[in-house]
Structure formats: C-alpha cells, structure tokens
C-alpha cells in the first residue's frame, strides 16, 4: 500500500470536518480517513457517508489533545502508505458567545486545543508529509479581526516575516496568562479567545511554509490556513451564512492543488483567494 494515496482530516464526524471528508470522497484519487476523538461517533458518521451516500471514507481514531493518539496515527499512516498525501487540521473548539465560563478557563481550553493541540500534530506529521503533499490548517476570518484588534506591538510581531514557532509558542503561552490574570486586555491583546487561538494557528501556518522552503524546498509540498467562512455548525450556530459543504470549498480547493502549482503558499486563504494578513 505504500504506494496508495491517502488524505486525512482531523476532527472529520461532523460539520466542516465531515463536508471536506464527503467532497475529498468524490474528488481525490486515494484513501481518505476521516477521524474523530470518539470512535462511535467516527464509525456512525462513516456508516452515514457508506450506507446514504455511497462513498467510501476510512476511520482511524485521533484525539489531538493526545500526544500518544497523535503519534499512534502516524505510525499507521507510515507503515501502510509511506506518508501522507493531504493532512487537512481541522479540529477545534469554540465557546458560544453567551457562554459564561470564565475568559481564563475558555483561554486554558481554547488555545490548548486550536492552537497546542494542531502544532503537535503538525510536529508529528509534517514530516510525513510526501513530495508535493498539501497541508491545510482550518483557521478563521476571526483570525483577521482579532490581529486588527491586537496593539500595534502584538500585530508587528504576528505580521513578521522571521517570527519563530519558540516565539509564537512563548505568546500564546503569555495570552493564556494574561487571561487567567485578567490583564489580557491591558497587555494589548483583544477580547476574543476564539480569535486569538486562530491567530496562532494562522502565524503557525506561515511559520510552517518558511521551514518547509528551508528544509524541503525541493518536494513542492504546499501548506496554507484557511477561511472555510462562517458555516452552520454546533460551533457557529444557525445563523451563518455557508452550509458546511460551501464551508469545505475553501479547504479543499487547497488540499487538490495540482501537482505543478507553487502556490499559494504560506497564505491564508478565503473563497479560494489569498488574503493580506
């Protein structure tokens, strides 16, 4: 099988998750495993795409929050496949907006999974990504209006073309004690905890590309963030805009990229175009 080709998508059961593995289905020319933190749920919704659509997904258990369940799944994927082809992290969490759960508490969880969790991931996995594999982390347009909202301090730095991932890890680290303090605001950091976790996940992503044009510049690999939009999920609710298949274009426009494009790359990107961070 090592020659086989395969996709995967982190937290695939449901919403935008579960649209990207429906579309990767009907669209890439390989396995696409489709995974989840509770197996029932991961082995209901492949039952659902099986019996109703007459697609063919995999499951393969992956709870992000776990370094052992990270490191289990790569094992496998290099072991049958050689590698990946496409790694789409799109696992995360969001509280509701009327949630009363305190900002420190919501800081702790949120980061820890949007922007902990997907980094070991990423630090597992990237390198099994093959030659001109495709690599694309589910950010948000959030993203963009939390750094707007961030100091003009915070925002050169989150901007900057040689910020490292130390650098990124030490404030993201800061903004969760920030917020446990109750300074975050007067630090300069907005009130958007969701936001914030999504600005990491988008300098991460930037940070990502420049290692992979210093250490692989030759395997044509392509790793952006994205905008899916704002969608009808659990997370966003019922009053947004997309249906989780418009949310999954984005992703998956990025994730089929033909083998000779170089781009875009290092990029955040919404309805299929680059946007200035």
């Known amino acids: ?51 109703k659509e007459g697609l063919s997904p995999l499951f393969h258990q992956l709870d992000i929050n776990n370094l052992q369940s990270i490191r289990t799944l790569g094992s496998f994927l290099k072991e049958k496949y050689g590698g990946i082809d496409v790694l789409i992290n799109n696992a995360g969490i969001a509280f509701k907006v009327a949630d009363t759960t305190p900002i420190a508490t919501q800081a702790e969880m949120t980061l820890k999974t949007n922007f902990f969790a997907t980094r070991d991931v990423c630090n597992v996995l990237l390198p099994l990504i093959k030659p001109h594999g495709r690599v694309v982390n589910v950010s948000s347009f959030v993203s963009l209006m939390a750094l707007e909202r961030c100091s003009p301090e915070l925002q050169k730095v989150f901007r900057s073309d040689t910020i490292t991932e130390e650098e990124l890890v030490t404030l993201m680290e800061k903004f969760v004690e920030d917020a446990k303090k109750g300074v ?86 919404s309805e299929k175009k680059v946007v200035p961070w």
């Open 184 to 269: 975050h605001e007067t630090q300069g950091w907005p009130n958007m905890v969701y936001g914030v976790s999504k600005v990491g996940v988008t300098v991460l992503s930037r940070i990502q590309a420049r290692e992979l044009n210093e250490k692989r510049q030759n395997d044509g690999i392509l790793l952006n963030a994205c905008c899916p939009g704002w969608v009808k999920t659990d997370m966003a609710g019922t009053n947004a805009q997309k249906s989780p298949d418009e949310g999954a274009e984005t992703p998956v426009y990025l994730a089929l990229l033909p083998n000779n494009a170089d781009s875009p790359h290092g990029e955040l990107v």
């Open 1 to 51: 099988m090592a020659g086989a080709k395969v996709a995967v998508v982190t937290g695939g059961n449901k919403g935008i998750g579960l649209a990207i593995v429906r579309a990767l289905c009907k669209q890439f020319k390989g396995d696409v495993y489709l995974t989840a933190r509770d197996p029932k749920l991961g082995v209901e919704a492949i039952r659902a795409l099986k019996e």
